[in-house]
């Protein structure tokens, strides 16, 4: 028998599959623009109250992996997640709603965020992340795409 935990739970149905990842880190004056080639896996956990979201990831010429639990936090009315990887651990709060007929997953923590749409039959997701900078401005840092395996 499959048990939904509530309507934020199942909201989180379109993240779940398996996508690879392809875009470019944001040229900058301290470092070239850099290749980015991932696995992202987004599953379902026990009881569907939350997901486990792995990545397996080559930026440049960097190895990156790593695990997130992506849950809804009624207290704060937002998903949090919780990232930990290669390169660090990082938690962030989130949202995955409608915005003008397209679906957008948005992620942010205290350094940086992501920003990522849905194309109309969800197959692929076009994002971007962003920094922090060192005067608390949000710079461009990496533009990807991520597009779902049909397995």
């Known amino acids: 028998m499959t048990h939904w935990?509530?309507?934020?739970?199942?909201?989180?149905?379109?993240?779940?599959?398996?996508?690879?990842t392809q875009g470019r880190t944001i040229e900058t004056p301290?470092?070239?623009?850099?290749?980015?080639?991932?696995?992202?896996?987004?599953?379902?956990l026990p009881g569907r109250s939350a997901l486990l979201?792995?990545?397996?990831?080559?930026?440049?010429?960097e190895q990156v992996e790593g695990?997130?639990?992506?849950?809804?936090?009624?207290?704060?009315?937002?998903?949090v997640t919780l990232h930990c990887g290669s390169d660090g651990l990082n938690r962030y709060e989130a949202s995955l709603d409608e915005e003008n007929d397209v679906l957008v997953w948005c992620m942010r923590s205290a350094h940086d965020r992501f920003t990522g749409t849905f194309s109309d039959d969800r197959n692929t997701i076009d994002g971007q992340w962003e920094q922090l900078d060192d005067e608390d401005a949000w710079q461009p840092w990496m533009e990807v795409t991520l597009t779902k395996s049909a397995n």
């Open 30 to 44: 301290e470092a070239p623009s850099a290749p980015i080639d991932a696995v992202d896996t987004y599953e379902w």
């Open 53 to 61: 979201h792995t990545v397996d990831a080559r930026v440049g010429d």
């Open 67 to 79: 695990a997130e639990i992506i849950c809804w936090d009624s207290a704060l009315g937002a998903y």
């Open 5 to 20: 935990a509530g309507s934020a739970e199942r909201r989180l149905a379109p993240l779940v599959g398996r996508w690879r």
